[in-house]
């Protein structure tokens, strides 16, 4: 069978490939089946060979979930005040809606920094795009996501009778998010295959993180001294944007959209090209 | 059209002292070293024409791997060029992707997909796999409980089955029992046959010999000889019995007749060697059944503690058949002096092998069976020919067959 010369490649010294979205898609599309089994693996890994099974990956949350509920609501005196989230049921609601995207950026960076070392076989003795690695962790978080983000929209108009087209006004949010985890996810990826640390450094981020967003608590309960520390962070745009979009209807904002588009953005361009500057190093020290 | 050019291929490795090394050493560019150099490969040039087999041959560290590491694309060199064409599959290592949680079933599916086949191409190909795998029962229970030999099976029948158009194998097929390495080799054999292309890392010389239409040997990460897989076994194994002992060294082709090879540290010289009917005159044709005596005649040039006189019989594809030597025939020869001359016989009948050329190398060596050095070998000097009285199927035909038929009306 003869082939065509678009087939030949060439491999020269100090190649440069250009990354590009195009180039980043295409080879998502081409390793599709590829990518989708290890997402599935990758979100059903860990409950392999148990009694519950994948129920597990809402079992967990769920308890984590109420015990914040209980504690803030209840221990703290916490309440999100206006009319339809005043109650226990509406925080325990708000709470589980603003989990959702600080779950998924958790999810993903916490395992993107395992990923290449634990797969270091398939790195140095398998050929295939390596993009997939990291993108297979986004996926399977996106997986877990869609579990979550649907018992929301099918308790929130329950509950607090939002409008289900409230999620319409997400849409964007979330797809700037993925972008935005995904760049973070490229940076991290590589860079704890070259600094083990990298693992309980992200561990501890977190944590911080999560305590630092108004997660837990409204944003009006921050202290206006440290107001910044709110401003500064993205996360807290997502959460705000986000919950208000699908709780309660409400269109985003073009300001705080637009910023977060730009982060996004450019932490994944960023991320992408890091990624691919530092990925044939990776061979080389596992 | 070459599958596969490469031209003055160099590869230097950089050895860091610490991963973050290898980090700081991106971000400085080229303004300060981490790390120090060590060239893998450097000058590397050859070909592997569309549909042939190309094997590579070199002691451990010669830079096999890496070299299949950049033709796969998983290293870039540091200079030359690699020029390849059609879709290449690496098998560098069996069962890389594997993951012993999963069933075998779901590494099937997750391994094809690596390999670069898309889920169409799986779903048709998968019963086929089961069933070279010869695990139907077994495929959905997670790949850890199964056996080594069940997993070596599995992750071949996989790779196997991808159907590239290149097909690169990195010594992948050095494991699991006879039974699965004979079906490896068929395997193997077969794609050869179908046409694609094989570039194969090995370390036995048989597999070589019978699976490959040319061959280099890499030492020290530069080219030594690219050739005739024959050849290049020849070539490799000289020089592999010669730096056994570094002290004298004989030239690796014979001074009086070129062409032949001949090598030893020199302690013993071989006067005289062949095959001779029982009335003492010398054969080239030989009769299966019919009583031979082998005749080696070595000259020692210096005291010699263990000395072992004997031959080695190779087929015209270089396969060793037989080999026979004093010592391991339970006539072991006391310490030879400097000067000494030394004959020994070996007497038997001439096996029922198949009708063709055969050849005959002699040597002297010292030690034990197991640890000796060579100190003359002169390599597939003594052309012979088996001239059986009917054609013989395979290899040899065992003595003494009795075939008996029965028939049971019907």
Redesign the interface.
Known sequence: MP?PEA?????????IDVPSLGRFWRTLSD?R??LW??AV?EFL?PF??SFLGALWAWIYPMVLLTVYAFVFSFVFKMRWGGPTTGGFSGYALVLFASFIPFNFLSTVLQRSTSIIVSQG??V?????PLEILPASVVLSALLQMAVTTAILLVAAPLLIGSSPLGFAFAVPVLVLHVFFTTGLAFFLTS?S????DIGNLVGIALQVLFFLTPITYPESAFPTRFRWVVDLNTLATVVRLWREAILFGKMPDGASLGGFAVVAVAVFAVGYWWFH??R??F???L | MNALEIRDLGLRYRLYPTPFARLKQVIAGGRRRYYRENWALRNVSFDVARGRSFGIIGPNGSGKSTLLRVACNLLAPTEGLVRRRGRFAALLELGAGFNSEYTGRENVLLNASLLGLTRPQIETLYPEIVAFSQLEAFMDQPVKTYSSGMFVRLAFSVAAHVHPEVLVVDEALAVGDAVFQHRCMKKIADLRASGTTILLVTHDMNALSALCDEAMWLEGGRVQLVATPREVVQRYLAWVYQSQDSDIRVGVTDGERPGVLRYGNGRARLEEWGIFSLDGTKKTALRPGEIYEVVIRARFLADVAEPILGFQLRDPMGRELFSMNNLERGTPLSAARAGERVTARFRFPWPELAETDYTISPAAASGTQENHTVLDWIDGDTIIHSCPDSRVLGLFRPSNIVVTVEREPA
Not at chain 1, 124 to 128: A, T
């Open positions: 082939t087939d030949v490649l060439e491999i020269v010294p100090n190649q390793n089946y590829l089994q290890l693996r890994g392999r060979g076989n398939l140095s003795k398998v050929v295939f860079l295959v070259f600094v083990r500057r530092t044939k190093a061979i080389e020290v």
